[in-house]
């Protein structure tokens, strides 16, 4: 007899959910004197050491259960599952293959399966098996999250949506189905379905605090001030006492603190990236003459950061850099689309590859640096440069601030976006452009059509304090500031994007609250972008954000000269529209207080000879200052990274 019998199995198993790891242990090797070939002994054995971390002692027990016995299936499985975990995808998959093939009703291993191929993005394949796993048993939920996960992540919206209210359907308390529809109704722009299943994920869970720095952002990006500052206050102590990784990109706009950024950037990844497979690629002799640069992004279209990076990668030099574009989306053929398509040296569309096949894709072209335009951003393929795709990678433009990342090398920054004392909060070492970080182009031209404002519904002669921006940018402390300038400057208006259907009524109902008539707020929709560009001519005095300035929309306002005033804090994304005023000699612009931010505007408001000379002198710099200056910025781009790249190497 191999192995012992079912209750020391059973009292094994007690110990280890228990979590009794070192007397499991103990009790274990006391058996395995018994009995010394067990396969199940070394299986759970190899358990136990995975869950204490020690995962060389878990792999290799895993393995010596295989070798005991070939026919075991549960080993090859958690085997599979251990190397899932670490990123070797293909490796797990064959496991998962080999404990199928023994056992064909192994229901688990089916999901599991699933689960591999879900990571390498064989959406198909993985929908197949996640579908035979539910076959065997319709009330084990996990395959319906995982299929209806690999449903949304290929776009099969309506389908995905069905799995998950049919899995509601059978646990309807399980706080990650409520989690999981709500990013879906979020994707899908169902705003109030999706606030209300983030709230049935966190009241049925109260420590999930995925859910509720979810249910924040979106509360903020439909301006409902109700409680909003005792909800982030509560959730930052939470955030403290908590080991959950929390999306970094939804707490930028909600969390001012350099330092909390940089620890929940490190979590992130730490939790979704770092144990995936690395690749040393150092190409220490040259078969290139020439440095082999590459931008990857989902955003080669009509969207900011395509706008922002058109023109620069036209003006690289061509007799010293090569340039390689790799596109994370499978976007519409327009014009922009075509623009990138043409102006890079060799563009990729890389979207329906698999993970290991887009990973090869782009090491076989050799290249030397890689350019993440998405960050932690939505469509962003995080998993590409954790393994590794070229000897430095360098986060730059798409995510304003820190990836927290062992794979991230660099970030393009400038010494107002990013002092030099804030290098700490920053786990990329950082190349300092001389003037500004962000690239701009200069070749963008403004609708020549003659609009007046009568077209967005403004007052003719009044003053309107212009506010287009992102709806999530704008905290309750903001808007309270906003009020203020209502207040105090006679016929003035506030304009607004209403980037959704409920951001009016929300804001409307503030107004209430100060006696303020709700025609002071003026709401436009979205424009083409020339005339987006042009409407800005129409406005007084831009007002910006706060803890998450206007990046591209700050840069575009000036660009068509309309003055910005911005509040500067301790955070990239805090700063970008200082470094902006910083380039074009305009710092009497930049604010560090409420109260600093308050007086200006009010200043600016009242005199209007002040706010003349600032737009003239702003329209001046345009033409003669850095800022817009696109063959200076590609010049000093490729310098350093020329520079950067032979320092290295």
């Not at 995982?146 to 309807?172: T, W």
Request: glycine share 2%.
């Amino acid at each position: 007899m191999n192995n012992p019998g079912q209750e020391i199995v059973n009292q094994l198993i007690d110990l280890y959910q228990q979590e009794q790891f070192s007397a499991a242990i103990e009790t274990i090797d006391k058996y395995l004197i018994q009995f010394p070939i067990s396969e199940v002994l070394f299986n759970i054995k190899a358990s136990v050491y995975k869950s204490m971390g020690n995962l060389e002692l878990s792999e290799k027990y895993y393995i010596k259960s295989i070798e005991l016995n070939p026919k075991y299936p549960k080993s090859y499985n958690n085997l599979g599952i251990l190397l899932l975990e670490n990123g070797n995808f293909e490796e797990a998959e064959s496991l998962f293959m080999e404990a199928i093939s023994i056992d064909e009703n192994f229901q688990e291993a089916f999901n599991n399966l699933g689960n591999s191929l879900l990571m390498q993005r064989k959406f198909l394949a993985a929908e197949n098996y996640f579908k035979r796993a539910i076959s065997f048993n319709k009330n084990f939920i996990d395959p319906y999250i995982n299929l209806a996960i690999s449903y949304q992540k290929n776009n099969k919206i309506k389908d995905a949506e069905k799995v998950y209210i049919r899995a509601l359907g059978i646990d309807p308390k399980n706080p990650k189905i409520h989690f999981n529809l709500a990013i879906l109704y979020d994707q899908t722009k169902e705003i109030p379905k999706a606030i209300q299943a983030y709230k049935n994920a966190f009241k049925l869970n109260n420590s999930y605090l995925s859910a509720k720095s979810k249910y924040i952002f979106l509360s903020r990006s439909i301006c409902h001030f109700e409680h909003q500052e005792s909800n982030e206050t509560n959730f930052d102590k939470d955030e403290k006492d908590s080991s959950e990784a929390i999306d970094p990109f939804t707490m930028l706009a909600i969390d001012n603190n350099p330092a909390s950024q940089l620890t929940r950037a490190r979590k992130w990844s730490e939790a979704k990236y770092e144990k995936l497979n690395k690749k040393d690629i150092i190409y220490k002799e040259k078969n290139n003459t020439k440095l082999r640069l590459a931008y990857i992004s989902a955003d080669f279209k009509e969207h900011p950061v395509g706008y922002q990076i058109k023109k620069i990668i036209r003006l690289h030099n061509r007799d010293k850099i090569e340039v390689f574009g790799y596109s994370l989306a499978n976007n519409q053929p327009s014009e922009m689309y075509d623009y990138f398509a043409k102006n890079f040296d060799k563009f990729t569309d890389i979207s329906s590859l698999g993970l290991n096949e887009a990973i090869e894709t782009i090491r076989k072209d050799e290249i030397d640096i890689a350019i993440d335009l998405q960050g932690y951003t939505n469509k962003s393929w995080t998993e590409i440069f954790a393994s590794r795709i070229a000897p430095i990678q360098i986060n730059h433009v798409g995510y304003p601030g820190t990836m927290g990342s062992s794979f991230h090398d660099y970030i393009i920054a400038d010494n107002f976006v990013l002092p030099e004392e804030s290098q700490k909060y920053f786990s990329e070492k950082v190349i300092y452009m001389p003037d500004q970080y962000q690239p701009q182009d200069n070749d963008i031209k403004i609708s020549s059509k003659i609009l007046n404002r009568s077209k967005f519904n403004l007052p003719d002669r009044s003053f309107i304090f212009c506010a287009i921006n992102n709806s999530y940018k704008i905290s309750l402390q903001v808007f309270k500031v906003w009020i203020t300038l209502l207040l105090k400057v006679e016929d003035s208006f506030l304009w607004l994007l209403e980037s959704n259907p409920f951001i009016r009524e929300n804001i409307l109902n503030e107004l209430k609250k100060f006696d303020i008539p709700k025609s002071r707020v003026i709401f436009s929709g979205r424009v083409s972008h020339d005339d987006y560009l042009a409407q800005f001519k129409l406005a007084d005095l831009f007002l910006d954000t706060f803890d998450y300035n206007a990046g591209t929309t700050a840069s575009n306002a000036l660009y068509a000269g309309l003055p910005v005033i911005t509040k500067s804090g301790l955070t990239f994304a805090s700063r970008m529209a200082g470094s902006f005023l910083n380039s074009l000699d305009m710092q009497e612009l930049i604010t560090y207080t409420n109260e600093e931010y308050t007086e200006l505007a009010l200043k600016l408001a009242k005199d209007r000879k002040s706010l003349a000379g600032i737009r003239e002198k702003l329209l001046k710099n345009i033409k003669t200052k850095p800022l817009f200056n696109s063959e200076k910025y590609a010049k000093d781009f490729d310098e350093v990274l020329i520079k950067t790249y032979d320092s290295n190497f």
